[in-house]
């Protein structure tokens, strides 16, 4: 729910979804955040009081939070058990279709489609599971999930293995996962059979890695600039290119910036 300028991270993740195509949004927290499904909700008294008072533009940002054809469906992962698990409790929903995921703290900005909306022309026009990866120095790997790909060419490869954060020196490569993937439904198995990992976790790395075992997915070089908006610093960097992209703010803050700078 943090904000970047004037639009909570799961915002930006769910225009993101909106765009590749997806129509039905599965929210997967725990029991104690309410305040995703509360943004989500409609507000009748407030839209009221907004109408009421002429203010269009405010109104129209809080009807336009999802379309009237997309739905949004909240599960609950009881504990954290890790992001495979996570994306396991979303298989009641859906079932044995393919599906994306997005972790809204991984923004990517793009001034042309999205990155997901990338993924999944990808995934439909090669009939495959797609992975986002972006190249990171070899000293970070120990961070992500690694790729090793065969017949990489242009953006995407083949994946032929997935390690989950590995040392440096015997890292597969330097492609690192990204919080965008496409999956076939066929990783719910995998994911529903996998023993527990380390610190008694489910890692989505190891469900795609059981995956790849019997059918074909790509990693994909996407087209972007991503912000790990988990951190303080990603935060920071995600406000000041967002600011500068906005028609309203780009002038100001570049001359608040240009000032700050000086002093």
């Known amino acids: ?7 909570p991270l799961i915002q930006y993740a769910v225009d993101e979804a ?3 195509g997806c129509d039905t949004l599965v929210f997967v927290t725990n029991r104690y955040k309410h305040s995703v499904a509360d943004y989500f909700d409609k507000a009748y008294e407030l839209e009221q009081k907004l109408e009421k008072a002429g203010k269009s533009e ?3 940002l809080i009807r336009d939070v999802l379309p009237r054809h997309v739905r949004a469906v909240f599960v609950t992962q009881a504990e954290a058990l890790g992001l495979g698990h996570a994306v396991l409790c979303a298989r009641p929903v859906v079932g044995d279709e393919p599906f994306a995921v997005l972790l809204p703290d991984d923004l990517i900005w793009n001034r042309g489609p999205g990155a997901l909306k990338q993924m999944a022309d990808l995934a439909q026009a090669q009939a495959s599971s797609v992975v986002a990866v972006q190249d990171v120095p070899r000293n970070q790997t120990g961070s992500y999930g690694i790729v090793a790909t065969r017949d990489f060419t242009g953006r995407h490869g083949e994946i032929a293995a997935i390690v989950e954060k590995p040392r440096p020196e015997v890292a597969p490569s330097t492609l690192a996962v990204v919080g965008r993937y496409v999956l076939s439904g066929r990783i719910f198995h995998h994911l529903a059979t996998m023993r527990p990992g380390a610190g008694g976790e ?3 790395t190891d469900g795609i890695a059981a995956l790849i075992a019997e059918e074909r997915a790509l990693a994909y070089r996407f087209e972007g600039r991503r912000f790990d908006c988990g951190s303080r610093i990603g935060l920071v960097e995600a406000t000041i290119e967002f600011a500068l992209e906005h028609d309203d703010l780009a002038e100001p803050a570049r001359a608040y910036m240009r000032a700050a700078l000086e002093r």
């Open 202 to 204: 489910i890692q989505l």
């Open 58 to 60: 405010l109104l129209g």
């Open 1 to 7: 729910m943090l904000p970047v300028v004037d639009k």
């Open 18 to 20: 909106i765009e590749a």
